[in-house]
């Protein structure tokens, strides 16, 4: 199907009707994270990789052909071995000097580069990541200065193209835009102060143009570019300076006509509403643009006025989250615009409001769901299928008039559903006052946890979990399968945990952890023992690189779950999540031990969560859930409770307007979490993979005795932003980057250590690495963490010897 309108002079393709912005990249089981692995391991060729790379790619195409994404340029094409900013700056050339030449005798850069920025090597640090947007996807941030030397270095997204249209598909090639790639960038090591990479947009855009031109050459009719800078409000670039740079790319950009070397561009501004940058975008010479009208609203009748002779594509089906799409709704905004088309002269098609590829693939797949759970979601296949009967709406309203009243009625069967809505967790919530959020004075709580656990100077723990080996993620599969029962695991698990423990106190730790062998996921764990909580089997999703993640369904009201364990087996274990575990793990060692919970804010942001009530509110009943856990471990003997939030600032609206109420009710819900532990007790919290001076007054008014942060891969930036504000509570800045396989020197983490105590008090300093070690190898982590404590001790001497 194809946009009903009659195409300009400069558009002699019409785009079709029904498109998605992207799609999952990492295969249906997970094909490509164990291609690429293997890669990195050593254990596969690069020629395997690039055949499972083709066989998914090509896997992709014929399923969205099958979901009715039939006409040419209808599929995106949005693979990526690991990252989709990595490829668009790879493809452009913009390597960090720091990395010296990492192109081949042909100017090119090839896989092997291309992993190097990801990862790093022995000499290199990655480059650093973040989170992109406001969502749980994390990505390679460029690093742009002066310096930086842009050429046409890969023609991968060429070879892509070309592999779907050998096979008989013709594809819609996909780049980061210009300006949100350079928006997203950072100052390169030897910029000068105040330089904005955004600068060199006019070196950048020539590629930009080469590399259509290669695209159109091809055969690609479309190309999407995506920019959804537009829709944020970002540090350092001004409404004005966004106006001016959409102008100046594009003018550049579609200076050569359609079909005289380049292909008609679709620029695409997912994640919500383009607001003040809509006439700008409207007056760019590209063919059409794709609105996020789902969590954006629909423009004004004078902004849609503007779009005449484009294609205006109404992203009216979410692909951020998984619940079934209100069908009638949607046609009510379809309706609008195609009115407006009609009297301006654009053209309408059905989208979804962002890609796809942060949901899973088919829900289908997870028959075990309840069957009234599983008839209220919408995965990335049930997803186009939405598109395309939206699609058919706009051609023939009452072709899809079944459709649209089976979504009505499911939608409502949802709202009576039980579980959705319980008066005993509604009543708890609703009885919550001012004295719930808050905990005695600071100075008071640090003197008691003085006393309790007369620590050294410069502490050192680690974030929580410990490498998950193929033996424990082996017993949680037997498990499962039933082919070994509770009592068989949780010796396992004690093995695990003893060896853990062991392993810390021959290290020299300070403040240990038991290292979460029983834990498949920090949010996933925490579902599966809270009422209100679903779990898939395959529905996995990218989070960075490889990392992939199963993120729950919480779809009702939530509580600690009555009765006992499955495990442990005695009454004392009823409706407590962790304790058992953290208590044994405290019996092995005279150090203390932290508790460790995920936050109310993390458990949201990682899960699929309810949309037919405020987040402040699920929040709040997942704050008093965990507050209920700390309680227990309190009684149990704990003395170091560890609530993460590294997915505090995921959330945070993209408009700045709307960010002070977002941050008020998530700092709220971690002080429900926390405010009624003792004195006495250490709370420590952790966050990573953000820019952390954006919130480091939320940061701070989290109250936390003890705030553990994400700093290797910025070099410590955050040091500045803690001296600036003033920070006055203990803080653990990370020294080793877990995100890559290197290990870092003594002397790496000595350097980054005296970064620290030149701009925060050496008292409020602990060191720790900056995330879990989940996902890492046993023999990098033992000498990471080795140098960790060797580099403190020299730091505890240098503060003597003054």
Not at 336 to 365: I, K, Q, Y
Not at 384 to 391: F, P, R
Not at 490 to 518: N, S, Y
Not at 604 to 626: G, I, K, M, Y
């Amino acid at each position: 199907m194809n946009a009903q309108h009659t195409p300009a002079q400069n558009q002699p393709v019409p785009f079709p009707s029904a498109t998605v912005l992207g799609y999952p990249r990492i295969g249906r089981r997970r094909e490509l994270k164990k291609a690429v692995e293997a890669f990195w391991s050593g254990s596969s060729s690069e020629a395997a990789l690039l055949a499972a790379a083709e066989s998914i790619q090509l896997a992709t195409v014929r399923r969205l052909a099958e979901l009715g994404l039939t006409a040419p340029s209808a599929i995106p094409g949005t693979f990526s071995f690991y990252d989709q900013v990595l490829d668009t700056l790879v493809a452009l050339g913009g390597i960090p000097a720091r990395f010296g030449n990492l192109h081949d005798a042909g100017g090119r850069l090839g896989l092997d580069a291309y992993f190097t920025l990801a990862r790093g090597n022995a000499e290199q640090q990655p480059l650093e990541m973040t989170k992109w947007f406001d969502t749980n996807y994390h990505y390679l941030v460029p690093e742009i200065g002066p310096e930086t030397r842009f050429s046409l270095s890969s023609e991968r997204v060429v070879e892509e193209f070309s592999l779907a249209k050998a096979n008989g598909t013709v594809t819609r090639p996909y780049l980061v835009g210009p300006v949100t790639l350079l928006a997203l960038s950072k100052a390169s090591d030897g910029a000068p102060a105040g330089f904005a990479p955004l600068s060199r947009l006019d070196d950048l855009l020539p590629v930009y143009s080469e590399l259509l031109g290669k695209l159109a050459a091809a055969g690609a009719a479309w190309v999407q570019l995506d920019e959804p800078a537009l829709v944020a409000d970002l540090d350092g670039l001004s409404p004005h300076e966004a106006s001016t740079a959409v102008e100046r790319a594009y003018a550049a950009l579609t200076a050569t006509p359609v079909g005289e070397g380049r292909p008609a561009i679709l620029l695409s501004a997912p994640y919500g509403s383009l607001g003040e940058q809509t006439a700008a975008v409207a007056a760019t010479g590209v063919e059409a643009v794709a609105i996020d009208v789902f969590k954006g609203a629909l423009p004004s009748a004078a902004e849609l006025a503007l779009f005449s002779g484009k294609t205006l594509v109404a992203g009216v089906v979410d692909g951020h989250n998984i619940w079934r799409n209100d069908l009638a709704a949607s046609a009510q905004k379809l309706d609008a615009l195609r009115t407006a088309g009609a009297e301006h002269g654009f053209a309408v098609a059905v989208a979804t409001s962002t890609s796809t590829f942060h949901v899973p693939h088919d829900v289908d797949e997870e028959q075990q769901l309840d069957a009234g759970l599983r008839s209220w979601l919408a995965f990335a296949d049930q997803k186009v299928g939405e598109v395309a009967t939206l699609a058919a709406y706009l051609a023939d309203p009452a072709s899809v008039q079944d459709e649209i009243d089976e979504a009505t009625r499911v939608i409502a069967s949802r709202a009576q559903a039980p579980g959705v809505r319980r008066p005993e967790v509604r009543q708890r919530t609703g009885a919550l006052t001012d004295a719930d959020f808050s905990r005695s004075d600071f100075a008071a709580r640090a003197a008691a946890q003085e006393e309790v656990l007369a620590l050294p100077p410069l502490p050192t723990t680690t974030i929580g979990s410990f490498p998950q080996t193929s033996e424990v993620r082996g017993a949680r599969a037997r498990l499962t399968k039933g082919a070994i029962d509770a009592a068989e695991y949780e010796a396992l698990m004690k093995d695990e945990i003893k060896r853990v423990v062991d392993l810390q106190e021959e290290l020299g730790f300070d403040v240990l952890v038991h290292g979460e062998p029983e834990r498949n996921d920090m949010v996933q764990y925490f579902a599966e023992n809270l009422d209100g909580f679903d779990v898939t089997v395959h529905g996995w999703v990218q989070s960075y690189g490889s990392r992939c993640t199963r993120p729950s369904i919480l779809w009702g009201d939530v509580s600690r779950q009555a009765g006992p364990s499955i495990l442990w087996g005695d009454a004392s274990s009823a409706a407590a999540i962790t304790v058992p575990w953290t208590t044994y793990a405290q019996s092995l060692t005279d150090k203390p031990v932290k508790g460790m919970l995920t936050g109310p804010v993390t458990i949201l942001a990682w899960s699929f969560v309810r949309d037919d009530q405020p987040l402040a509110e699920t929040a709040n009943q997942v704050a008093l859930a965990l507050r209920d856990e700390i309680a227990d471990l309190e009684a149990a003997g704990i003395k170091v409770i560890q609530v993460d939030e590294p997915a505090l600032r995921e959330l945070l609206p993209l408009r700045r307007a709307d960010q002070a109420d977002y941050l008020d009710w998530s700092v709220k819900s971690f002080r429900l979490a926390t405010a009624g532990a003792a004195d006495s007790t250490q709370v420590h919290t952790h966050l990573c993979y953000s820019e952390f001076g954006a919130i480091i007054d939320a940061i701070d008014a989290l109250d936390a005795d003890v705030t553990s942060i994400e700093a290797a891969r910025s070099r410590m930036e955050v040091v500045n932003d803690l001296e600036a504000h003033g920070f006055g509570r203990g803080v653990g800045p990370g020294v080793y980057d877990i995100h890559s396989p290197r290990v870092p020197s003594q002397e790496e983490i000595e350097d980054l250590l005296a970064t620290a105590v030149a701009h925060v008090p050496a008292r409020q300093l602990w060191v720790n690495p900056d995330c879990g070690l989940k996902t890492r190898g046993y023999a990098e982590t033992e000498a990471s963490l080795r140098n960790l404590v060797r580099a403190t001790r020299a730091a505890r001497a240098a503060l003597v010897a003054v």
